[in-house]
């Protein structure tokens, strides 16, 4: 069973904010289901939450109980004070909400197999530290993985309306930080934003301590398990090679009608082609309602980029590589 407390608080009574409970909605809606439509995770979604009490008993609900992964989200104010604060809007000056020290107490405490925490707020990175330690180290027991859109003295960002973080985060849990298995950890979605966001952005966080990671969400792969599991037919070893030729080409045929088509083959556009079609060999370019590139092209359709594609394309015009 994997389930998840989703929360988004906008309406504070001073310095409103705009984009959390959107965030919160488009992460739930995401970590619902898998690719396929299969349920994923049993979700509680709030928004604007009221009260700090409000949300520790939800926290504490959350985090009863023995399930296999139990998480919990919050996008909202963050504030630096003591070991750091998720904002509440009952907040006063003497008490900010909940500490985040109280949530590492209660996931600690927990008994669930895997615990997860993703906060978007400022100074999030506090998230884990210890309140009778030194203040940049944490403890944290086993099967606990922590997220944070920030360091621990850094404010997170907004950007068109939405939370940059978060933005990331559902971008990587539609696909972008999918492996070949179609599995995205939360190790591979902290990569995918790591390497998104540069040394003058706002720098995410990552602690855990697990034997090993979970999917938090599976799409359909590339290249189906069954297929994948054939590989050992075709290569005995690694270094094995596997010998083809022309009749491996199911367009030669003679029952195949073959047409030259206008316009006609030119040397800018076929060096042009190559390229793409490097693309797609390694799942950044597809074409467009059709199954292979060769028909995209003979056929004047179109290609597009696909999810990891969208996301090297922005590394690329960004020059992170």
Same mark, same amino acid.
């Given at each position: 069973?994997? #389930?998840?407390?989703?929360?988004?608080?906008?309406?504070?009574?001073?310095?409103?904010?705009?984009? /959390?409970?959107?965030?919160?909605?488009?992460?739930? !809606?995401?970590? #619902?289901?898998?690719?396929?439509?299969?349920?994923?995770?049993?979700?509680?979604?709030?928004?604007?939450?009221?009260?700090?009490?409000? &949300? +520790?008993?939800?926290?504490?609900?959350?985090?009863?109980?023995?399930?296999?992964?139990?998480?919990?989200?919050?996008?909202?104010?963050?504030?630096?004070?003591?070991?750091?604060?998720?904002?509440?809007?009952?907040?006063?000056?003497?008490?900010?909400?909940?500490?985040?020290?109280?949530?590492?107490?209660?996931?600690?405490? !927990?008994?669930?197999?895997?615990?997860?925490?993703?906060?978007? /707020?400022?100074? %999030?990175?506090?998230?884990?530290?210890?309140?009778?330690?030194?203040?940049?180290? !944490?403890?944290?027991?086993?099967?606990?993985?922590?997220?944070?859109?920030?360091?621990?003295?850094?404010?997170?960002?907004?950007?068109?309306?939405?939370?940059?973080? =978060?933005?990331?985060?559902?971008?990587?849990?539609?696909?972008?930080? %999918?492996?070949?298995?179609? $599995?995205?950890?939360?190790?591979?979605?902290?990569?995918?934003?790591?390497?998104?966001?540069?040394?003058?952005?706002?720098?995410?966080?990552?602690? =855990?301590? *697990?034997?090993?990671?979970? %999917? &938090?969400?599976?799409?359909?792969?590339?290249?189906?398990? =069954? =297929? &994948? $599991?054939?590989?050992?037919?075709?290569?005995?070893?690694?270094?094995?090679?596997?010998?083809?030729?022309?009749?491996?080409?199911?367009?030669?045929?003679?029952?195949?009608?073959?047409?030259?088509?206008?316009?006609?083959?030119?040397?800018?556009?076929?060096?042009?082609?190559?390229?793409?079609?490097?693309?797609?060999?390694?799942?950044?370019?597809?074409?467009?309602?059709?199954?292979?590139?060769?028909?995209?092209? +003979? $056929?004047?359709? #179109?290609?597009? &980029? *696909?999810?990891?594609?969208?996301?090297?394309?922005?590394?690329?015009?960004?020059?992170?590589?």
């Amino acid at each position: 069973m994997k #389930k998840a407390l989703i929360v988004g608080v906008d309406n504070y009574s001073s310095c409103p904010l705009n984009g /959390c409970v959107a965030d919160a909605l488009g992460l739930a !809606s995401v970590l #619902k289901t898998n690719g396929d439509g299969s349920p994923n995770f049993d979700i509680i979604q709030e928004s604007n939450i009221q009260s700090k009490s409000e &949300l +520790m008993s939800k926290i504490e609900t959350l985090f009863s109980g023995d399930a296999e992964v139990a998480l919990f989200y919050f996008s909202g104010h963050g504030s630096e004070k003591d070991s750091g604060y998720l904002v509440t809007p009952d907040f006063t000056d003497y008490d900010l909400g909940v500490p985040m020290t109280y949530l590492l107490g209660k996931v600690n405490e !927990s008994k669930c197999k895997n615990k997860i925490i993703i906060l978007d /707020c400022c100074y %999030s990175g506090r998230m884990g530290e210890s309140a009778v330690i030194q203040s940049d180290q !944490s403890i944290l027991g086993e099967g606990i993985t922590i997220m944070t859109a920030s360091t621990r003295d850094e404010a997170a960002v907004e950007f068109e309306g939405q939370g940059l973080f =978060t933005s990331l985060l559902i971008q990587g849990l539609e696909g972008s930080a %999918s492996d070949v298995l179609g $599995r995205i950890t939360p190790a591979s979605i902290y990569s995918f934003i790591d390497q998104t966001l540069g040394a003058w952005e706002q720098r995410p966080v990552f602690k =855990t301590n *697990t034997k090993q990671f979970l %999917s &938090l969400r599976d799409i359909d792969p590339k290249v189906s398990k =069954t =297929t &994948l $599991r054939r590989l050992k037919e075709y290569f005995e070893t690694p270094s094995s090679e596997y010998q083809l030729d022309s009749s491996f080409e199911f367009t030669n045929d003679p029952n195949i009608k073959h047409n030259i088509n206008e316009p006609y083959a030119n040397e800018y556009n076929v060096a042009k082609f190559k390229e793409l079609q490097q693309f797609a060999s390694i799942g950044l370019v597809e074409p467009v309602d059709e199954e292979h590139m060769y028909f995209a092209a +003979m $056929r004047n359709k #179109k290609c597009k &980029l *696909t999810a990891l594609g969208s996301h090297y394309w922005k590394l690329s015009k960004d020059e992170r590589f």
